[in-house]
């Protein structure tokens, strides 16, 4: 079994969500984190959530200036989808319409070819989840957890409640489940599943994010190649197509 998160993995947010925390972050204390503040408190590895990740940039930039959440949320909405998020997504103005996807709808059919099920656990809003799976890569009814739907990652709840449902049962003997993220959050998210399910044979498989793997970005990428690596993924792969080959190899 695949299960993967969304962002980073499946659409490149760096002119999305990445642009929307950065937006959100300026607009409440007139500071604009850049890309490397964002990769670095990701790499904390408690900050998947990115209403969370942009208040914390803004307390520790200016404590006086965090404001109450649900204007923060509002904010970042408005940069983000530029519409109403549960309304037509044709009506969206924002970032989300400047995602490049990462994967084409036909590696999913390569997974199912290849006997492998699949599925997404995203700390994502669910409208947004919906649009890039459903209207973008033409996925029908896509397993799905996503936000609200489990506690935020790195709490295994969501991994190991969508990998039960898929597979019918996990524990010794089942087979593998490999989680495909690209930050620090989502190893732990394997690891913690890990010790709440010892028998199962889990796999923490991570991706550099888009941002990184451009010309001048190498030093940056290896450090934070490294940084998942120390935190316990078991594979770090170029590209999430990738994972199809290192999956069949941990069948085989």
Same mark, same amino acid.
């Given at each position: 079994?695949?299960?993967?998160?969304?962002? /980073?993995?499946?659409?490149?947010?760096?002119?999305?969500?990445?642009?929307a925390i950065r937006h959100t972050v300026r607009h409440f204390c007139g500071w604009t984190p850049d890309p490397a503040d964002i990769d670095a408190l990701?790499?904390? /590895?408690?900050? #998947? #959530?990115?209403?969370?990740a942009s208040?914390?940039?803004?307390?520790?930039?200016?404590?006086?200036?965090?404001?109450?959440?649900? &204007?923060?949320?509002?904010?970042?909405?408005?940069?983000?989808? /530029?519409g109403e998020p549960e309304g037509d997504p044709a009506l969206w103005r924002g970032f989300i319409g400047s995602e490049p996807l990462l994967v084409a709808g036909t590696f999913f059919r390569d997974?199912?070819?290849? /006997?492998?099920?699949?599925?997404?656990?995203?700390?994502?809003?669910?409208?947004?989840?919906?649009?890039?799976?459903?209207?973008?890569?033409?996925?029908?009814?896509p397993p799905l957890i996503a936000m609200g739907d489990a506690p935020d990652k790195p709490d295994p709840t969501g991994l190991l409640r969508l990998a039960e449902q898929l597979s019918g049962g996990l524990g010794a003997g089942a087979a593998p489940v490999a989680y495909l993220g690209d930050t620090v959050a989502d190893v732990e998210t394997v690891l913690r599943a890990r010790?709440?399910?010892?028998? &199962?044979?889990?796999?923490?498989?991570?991706?550099v994010p888009p941002h990184l793997q451009v010309a001048g970005q190498e030093a940056a990428r290896s450090a934070y190649e490294e940084r998942l690596r120390s935190a316990g993924a078991d594979r770090v792969l170029g590209h999430t197509v990738e994972a199809l080959e290192v999956l069949l190899e941990a069948i085989a």
């Amino acid at each position: 079994m695949l299960l993967f998160d969304i962002d /980073g993995v499946i659409r490149d947010v760096a002119g999305s969500y990445r642009r929307a925390i950065r937006h959100t972050v300026r607009h409440f204390c007139g500071w604009t984190p850049d890309p490397a503040d964002i990769d670095a408190l990701k790499s904390e /590895g408690r900050w #998947n #959530n990115d209403w969370e990740a942009s208040r914390e940039l803004i307390r520790r930039r200016d404590a006086a200036a965090v404001p109450p959440f649900d &204007q923060l949320v509002a904010v970042f909405g408005t940069f983000y989808f /530029g519409g109403e998020p549960e309304g037509d997504p044709a009506l969206w103005r924002g970032f989300i319409g400047s995602e490049p996807l990462l994967v084409a709808g036909t590696f999913f059919r390569d997974l199912e070819e290849a /006997g492998i099920a699949w599925g997404f656990v995203s700390g994502a809003e669910p409208p947004s989840c919906r649009y890039v799976l459903e209207t973008r890569l033409g996925l029908v009814d896509p397993p799905l957890i996503a936000m609200g739907d489990a506690p935020d990652k790195p709490d295994p709840t969501g991994l190991l409640r969508l990998a039960e449902q898929l597979s019918g049962g996990l524990g010794a003997g089942a087979a593998p489940v490999a989680y495909l993220g690209d930050t620090v959050a989502d190893v732990e998210t394997v690891l913690r599943a890990r010790a709440a399910l010892p028998d &199962q044979r889990l796999l923490s498989l991570a991706v550099v994010p888009p941002h990184l793997q451009v010309a001048g970005q190498e030093a940056a990428r290896s450090a934070y190649e490294e940084r998942l690596r120390s935190a316990g993924a078991d594979r770090v792969l170029g590209h999430t197509v990738e994972a199809l080959e290192v999956l069949l190899e941990a069948i085989a």
